[in-house]
């Protein structure tokens, strides 16, 4: 097989080259937003740094970029542009977790030329498959698939006939029907359209088990299954938002412009100011406490624990409503700066669609209530919900 990546096998520091592409998002953002997808030049710079390819097995050509790594990654992603990170993250995601779990026929096919693909897609709402000689067929209609205009794959969820079985499909999106329907408040330029799949034949090796931590290439990063890696990319992109929001205030405050300027030497702006950068700072701790415990327990070879995953998701849940919280204080205290068509509505936008996402739902921060207080003895998590072991 001819693996895509060489460059970014070899690649190290994506993180901090993430960080050099925030300005380039930034440009982007606008420009992003109004045409409802990424432009080609962020799309191209994304490829170009081995985005795409974080989360894709070493023995693939990808980066296989550790945890810790990675929410930095699209935090600083975030930062520029907080719709390119979203994509981004959905993309590495998708792309890696089939380097990781699908079978050698997929992966001949998949993980050829020079570069990764894009696969995006939804995993939530599962459709049909039925199976049929050595594969299935998949009918559905999803919605949310971040990227797909930039992307050749699709990542849908199917429900097996008659088991019930949660899979996932791999599709050419050819083979499906994209519906151009992103007309949203905020994230406007992910693109995140819905598609529909009639009676696709889906061979067996461009399937996987949905919640398998089980990889059949990668390390250990691989264990912690879709919704680990899902975490991970929704985590930083909560903080580089919030950071970027609270900056944009700061700036806005400095030179006295607007509403913000007027209140700048007032006491209760300086108050107000501080707290919500505490309060940030303070999420974003625990974020690193937490997935350096995480991190350090892979790099042992063993399984996270359910009080890590536990807090895995608080901490993801923690900063993504610390991250809402900021961006009401920030658009309060900018007054019609704000309100008005630039950087700060869109950012105050994208905010408000990003906490939308089933992750930092109330049913997940209820279920880490209950384990952090021992009212759940026995219980395992599985994707966002507390159950009995299987």
Request: aromatic content about 8%; glycine content about 12%.
């Amino acid at each position: 097989m001819t693996s895509v990546g060489e460059q970014a096998a070899s690649a190290t520091g994506l993180p901090e080259r993430a960080k050099l592409l925030a300005p380039l998002l930034n440009e982007n953002a606008a420009a992003g937003d109004e045409q409802g997808k990424l432009t080609d030049d962020v799309v191209e710079a994304l490829h170009r740094e081995g985005v795409f390819g974080a989360w894709v097995p070493k023995s693939l050509g990808g980066t296989e970029v550790d945890a810790v790594s990675s929410i930095r990654m699209i935090e600083n992603l975030a930062y520029g542009d907080p719709s390119a990170a979203w994509v981004a993250m959905a993309g590495a995601l998708a792309t890696g977790t089939a380097g990781a779990y699908l079978g050698d026929e997929a992966v001949e096919q998949i993980f050829t030329g020079d570069r990764f693909p894009v696969i995006a897609g939804q995993g939530t709402r599962p459709g049909t498959a039925i199976p049929k000689d050595g594969g299935f067929l998949l009918t559905g209609a999803w919605s949310f698939a971040s990227g797909i205009k930039h992307g050749s794959y699709f990542h849908s969820l199917g429900a097996i006939e008659p088991s019930g079985e949660l899979r996932i499909f791999v599709t050419q999106v050819e083979q499906g029907t994209l519906i151009d329907n992103w007309d949203v408040l905020g994230l406007r330029a992910t693109g995140s359209i819905d598609y529909t799949l009639d009676s696709v034949f889906v061979p067996d090796s461009f399937t996987h088990p949905a919640r398998t931590e089980t990889p059949k290439r990668g390390g250990s990063l691989f264990t912690l299954g879709i919704i680990g890696l899902a975490i991970i990319g929704h985590t930083g992109w909560a903080l580089g938002l919030g950071r970027r929001m609270l900056d944009e205030l700061a700036t806005l405050a400095q030179t006295k412009a607007g509403r913000a300027g007027a209140m700048a030497d007032s006491d209760s702006f300086q108050e107000q100011y501080a707290n919500a950068d505490l309060k940030l700072r303070a999420a974003r701790a625990l974020v690193y406490e937490t997935w350096t415990d995480v991190q350090d327990t892979l790099d042992r070879g063993e399984h996270v624990s359910v009080r890590q995953n536990t807090l895995m998701r608080g901490s993801l849940t923690n900063v993504t409503w610390t991250a809402q919280d900021v961006g009401m204080f920030v658009y309060i205290a900018a007054g019609t700066a704000a309100m008005r068509d630039g950087t700060l509505q869109r950012l105050f936008r994208d905010l408000h669609a990003g906490t939308q996402h089933i992750t930092s739902s109330p049913p997940v921060i209820r279920a880490v209530g209950r384990e952090l207080a021992g009212l759940a003895p026995g219980k395992v998590w599985l994707f966002a919900e507390l159950v009995d072991p299987s």
